[in-house]
T-cell receptor
Framework: DAKTTQPPSMDCAEGRAANLPCNHS???????VYWYRQIHSQGPQYIIH???NNETNEMASLIITEDRKSSTLILPHATLRDTAVYYC???????????FGTGTRLKVLA | DVKVTQSSRYLVKRTGEKVFLECVQD?????MFWYRQDPGLGLRLIYF???????EKGDIPEGYSVSREKKERFSLILESASTNQTSMYLC??????????????FGDGTRLSIL
């Protein structure tokens, strides 16, 4: 099963772009990458997902490297409300199963 | 927006009690999931259901059962609660077969304490 590796914590200044990296070097060709975030005492919130092309929605952009071994979630203008734990997840191919890692704790600083 | 609603945010029960955790989704999703989240262990899948009356075990089904009598509702049952089942329980739902790449959407969780 593909696993993900993320830095345990990051800081970002309010108003700046937050770039959160994720390594998934064992990902297989048909496994998607998903990003969620979790604010204390709430459930994980879906942000974005992708297979091999870059994706953008109203919350964030997802950049996946050409070899698909890593990806970066970009929050273009971070606000204090973006302070959360961010999870990069790979879904096990052929199943509905997510593999959650320990995530990156992002702190946005005023 | 997808709405996944869990019946209680906080629940306190006693050892040996039978505990029911309820989850309802309003998006006509075929798949529903129950996870528990513990510090240092992340989210672990307990059970999931891909259709009414259908269920499959996840990674840690021992001590739990589930019920899905209607498409929108998925219940997690602790047959005889024990202190090691104190945890945050999360329900999720997603679109069904043929759409496995669709994301799961989570409720806000039930923080269950077993005394």
């Amino acid at each position: 099963d593909a696993k993900t590796t993320q830095p345990p914590s990051m800081d970002c200044a309010e108003g700046r772009a937050a770039n959160l990296p994720c390594n998934h070097s064992t990902i297989s060709g048909n496994e998607y990458v998903y990003w969620y975030r979790q604010i204390h005492s709430q459930g994980p919130q879906y942000i974005i997902h992708g297979l091999k092309n870059n994706e953008t929605n109203e919350m964030a952009s997802l950049i996946i490297t050409e070899d698909r071994k890593s990806s970066t979630l970009i929050l273009p203008h971070a606000t204090l409300r973006d302070t959360a734990v961010y999870y990069c997840i790979v879904r096990v191919a052929g199943t509905y199963k997510y593999i959650f890692g320990t995530g990156t704790r992002l702190k946005v600083l005023a | 927006d997808v709405k996944v609603t869990q019946s209680s945010r906080y629940l306190v029960k006693r050892t040996g009690e039978k505990v029911f955790l309820e989850c309802v989704q309003d998006m006509d999703h075929e798949n529903m999931f129950w996870y528990r989240q513990d510090p240092g262990l992340g989210l672990r899948l307990i059970y999931f259901s891909y259709d009414v009356k259908m269920k499959e075990k996840g990674d840690i089904p021992e001590g739990y059962s589930v019920s899905r009598e209607k498409k929108e509702r998925f219940s997690l049952i602790l047959e005889s609660a024990s202190t090691n089942q104190t945890s945050m329980y999360l329900c999720a739902s997603s679109l069904g077969q043929g759409t496995r790449n669709q994301p799961q959407h989570f409720g806000d969780g039930t923080r269950l304490s077993i005394l």
